[in-house]
């Protein structure tokens, strides 16, 4: 059985909690929240693993108030400036899923360009979903498989997992090998739901600007012993 980690997929919970423990306003967590996930994905790329994946911003998200989602859109404008840069340098291919057309024009034309000038960068795959929805990047799938098969470009037939997988946005990129929620919580909240199908989940009680690599790499441990079956005995 294929025991390689290649994919590592994070929700990263509990910046709001975090902050609100300290009496911090929420954008205070979230800043703190960006520069655990520098230390995590710098260390990912190190450890030699193919892609990590990082749950940054829901279609659910947006129902925020809207003083929180600009202080975040900012957070994120200033982190694909600066802090993608670093990793960027370290040979990363950087990919955004989600459902783009509803970020700013200019987030959006940022993101465009990170993806075109890292495409060929195959060293690690920094994956980032923003205004993701996993229920929303199906039916777009289905919506355009639907029309292939309309058009008679597409057969019925031909309709396979392999083939689905790859009119997701993640296509390309392997299924997460692990799945991490950090604060407590124990629920998916609309994240790979096609992908996670065999993922190995674990969840931690520290809230997301306390995670720490030490803990990653006990999450990497314990995962290395868990045997994964895929349904045979
Ligand atoms: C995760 O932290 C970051 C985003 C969802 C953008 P939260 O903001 O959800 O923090 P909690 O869950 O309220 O503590
Ligand atoms: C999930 O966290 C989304 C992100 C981490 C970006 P939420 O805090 O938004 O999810 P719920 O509300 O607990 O399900
Ligand atoms: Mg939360």
Redesign the pocket.
Known sequence: MDKKLKHIAII???????ASKQGLP?SA??KK?AETLQEIAKAVADMGIECMTVY???TE?WKRDKAEVDY?MNLLRQYLKSELKEIKDRGARIKVIGERDMLAPDIIEQINNLEKETLNNDKFTFCIALSYGSRAEILSAVRRTSSLVAKGDLHLDDIDENMFSNMLYTSGIPDPDIVIRT?GEQRISNYLLWQLAYSELFFTKT??PDFTVNELKEIINDFNSRERRYGKV
Do not use: E, T
């Not at 990263?12 to 975090?18: E, F, I, L, S, V």
């Open positions: 990263m919970d509990g910046n709001g909690r975090w929420r967590g979230h929240g940054a911003f829901s998200n975040l604060s809230l997301w």
